[in-house]
């Protein structure tokens, strides 16, 4: 009886989360967006501001310098996701609009003025 040879398949690595810079890139581009509340666009418009947020809360945790390099954001970001409570709904989200954008603006103005040029 032959044996055949075990092959072990070659698993990819996952990316993992994007870079700071990355991040905050896509973060920017949700600046111009609006929407007129109730609308079938604000549900994407603040669906998708919340997505960017949370995956720049992810690269700042991930980031080589630490959490601890941006402070203010992650406890931004940690507020917000209380005030949520885990209900990414859009109508949750329409419901928390105000500190959803106003989230998204502060740190927009904190990595602005941030020492490290993540623009």
């Known amino acids: 009886m032959r044996e055949t040879p075990s092959v072990t398949p070659a698993i990819e690595p996952s990316p993992g989360p994007e870079l700071v810079r990355d991040a905050f890139a896509g973060l920017q581009a949700t600046l111009n967006d609006s929407c007129t509340p109730g609308s079938g666009d604000c549900a994407y418009v603040l669906g998708r501001v919340h997505e960017e947020v949370m995956g720049l809360d992810a690269a700042m945790k991930a980031d080589p310098k630490g959490p601890g390099h ?31 954008i106003g989230v998204r603006d502060r740190i927009n103005v904190w990595m602005q003025d941030h020492p490290d040029d993540y623009r």
């Open 70 to 100: 941006f402070p203010e954001p992650i406890a931004w970001i940690g507020s917000l996701r209380t005030t949520l409570d885990g209900d990414v709904s859009a109508k949750n989200l329409d419901r928390h609009r105000t500190e959803l």
